[in-house]
T-cell receptor, first 113, second 109 residues
């Protein structure tokens, strides 16, 4: 079966711009979570969506937002980009949540210049 | 708040050596997963353990879940360069995982 697909794979943006990242989960998976990974901080939880509703949210500023569509595909948006937003953004899907683990995509590498 | 500690933080060994990495929590895990992440890729789920004292083997990898379900170890026998990566055992807090910074393993050919 197809894995978790994240697009684009690489992205370069300028400070102050906004960006939208996309995630297509494994077919049938209803939970989608987003993580930010930087060398010093490791993987940090952004938010989780389940059946189009944000079920949980991490400790990130309001510039980071997301949504989930009826087909479970999810997008995350970052507005007013800052240099510190440069990171690998990972999407993970599961059937209903974390209990039996997540399947991750390959990530989107965002560079803010 | 569940506190998670993975050790060592960094490990560099020669091909063929054995190694063990550890995952310790201040709270009980309802279930525990180990992931491996290769550079530039997302983490890949290696195993899920649920029962205290459980031992699972995956080829050269042996995973052990502590009796009290607050700790786990991953033992790799005869490490190979393909084992290089970041090993993560996230803790469960409600509906989110806390991954921490993991153990970065480098196996030198």
């Amino acid at each position: 079966k197809a894995g978790v697909t994240q697009t684009p794979r690489y992205l370069i943006k300028t400070r102050g711009q906004q960006v939208t990242l996309s995630c297509s989960p494994i077919s049938g998976h209803r939970s989608v979570s987003w993580y930010q990974q930087t060398p010093g901080q490791g993987l940090q939880f952004l938010f989780e969506y389940f059946s189009e509703t944000q079920r949980n949210k991490g400790n990130f500023p309001g510039r980071f937002s997301g949504r989930q569509f009826s087909n479970s595909r999810s997008e995350m948006n970052v507005s007013t980009l800052e240099l510190g937003d440069s990171a690998l953004y990972l999407c993970a899907s599961s059937l209903t949540g974390q209990s039996y683990g997540y399947t991750f995509g390959s990530g989107t590498r965002l560079t803010v210049v | 708040t569940q506190l998670l500690e993975q050790s060592p933080q960094f490990l560099s060994i020669q091909e063929g050596e054995n190694l063990t990495v550890y995952c310790n929590s201040s709270s009980v895990f309802s279930s525990l997963q180990w992931y491996r992440q290769e550079p530039g890729e997302g983490p890949v789920l290696l195993v899920t353990v649920v029962t205290g004292g459980e031992v699972k083997k995956l080829k050269r990898l042996t995973f052990q879940f502590g009796d009290a379900r607050k700790d786990s170890s991953l033992h790799i026998t005869a490490a190979q360069p393909g084992d290089t990566g970041l090993y993560l055992c996230p803790s469960n807090t409600g509906n989110q995982f806390y991954f921490g910074t993991g153990t970065s393993l480098t196996v030198i050919p």
